[in-house]
Every structure is written in structure tokens, then in C-alpha cells.
């Protein structure tokens, strides 16, 4: 069985700095695809940030400059590194894993319960 959990989300002020972080259990990070989405309400989820297996990185162009995606295998932990927070960014933010690439394609399979980010002007 896989669980996700997400923590480190908050409300922040424009121009601030949060890091999400993301826990596996019974789940192995190495060879294995994650992802960072969001949620605003009465919008669709969109991806903000990918890391797949081999490393390589992908940002929505909403974030590029400003997020960042890291794994530490060893702590089986995922985070996402926001910076330069901006009151659009306000969301329920997800982790997500899977054993395919999907990049920013919400279709991961497996999906944590989110963290809520509150961003003020």
C-alpha cells in the first residue's frame, strides 16, 4: 500500500518563501516518477512541477524561476521549494507517484491528500 503525505504548506505573504515536503511510504523514489500539482477552487488541477527517474525536471511555465523540485531518496521524501510567492499561487498543492513518466499529466497514480498554501497580497 502507497501513502503520500504532504505537510510544510501555510499562508504567506506575497513575495515569501514556503517548502512542501512529501513522504512516501511503501513506496521506493529511485526509478519511480513524482509530481507536484495544484488546485485552486473552481479550477482544474494543473501541474506545477515534475522529477522524473532519470532526474531530469519540468516546471509549468507559471512557476519556472521560482519553484524548485528535489528528492532526497534516502528520507524517501519529495519537496517543492516556493519562492517569491505571488497571490495566484494559492492552492491545495499535491504530491503524486507513479512508475511511469507522466510529466505534468495529472494521471499519476498514486496521489497524497494535499496541503493548502494561502498566499496574501
Known amino acids: 500500500q502507497v501513502q503520500l503525505v504532504e505537510y510544510g504548506g501555510g499562508s504567506v505573504q506575497a513575495g515569501g518563501s514556503l517548502r512542501l515536503s512529501c513522504a512516501a511510504f511503501?513506496?521506493?523514489?529511485?526509478?519511480?516518477?513524482m509530481g507536484w500539482f495544484r488546485q485552486a477552487p473552481g479550477k482544474e488541477r494543473e501541474g506545477v512541477a515534475a522529477?522524473?527517474?532519470?532526474?531530469?525536471?519540468s516546471y509549468a511555465d507559471s512557476v519556472k524561476g521560482r519553484f524548485t523540485i528535489s528528492q532526497d531518496s534516502a528520507k524517501n521524501t519529495l519537496y517543492l521549494q516556493m519562492n517569491r510567492l505571488k497571490p495566484e499561487d494559492t492552492a491545495m498543492y499535491y504530491c503524486a507517484a507513479d512508475h511511469n513518466g507522466y510529466g505534468l499529466a495529472p494521471r499519476y497514480n498514486y496521489w497524497g491528500q494535499g496541503t493548502q498554501v494561502t498566499v496574501s497580497s
Open positions: 522529477i522524473d527517474s532519470d532526474g531530469s525536471t
Open positions: 511503501g513506496y521506493i523514489y529511485s526509478n519511480n516518477c
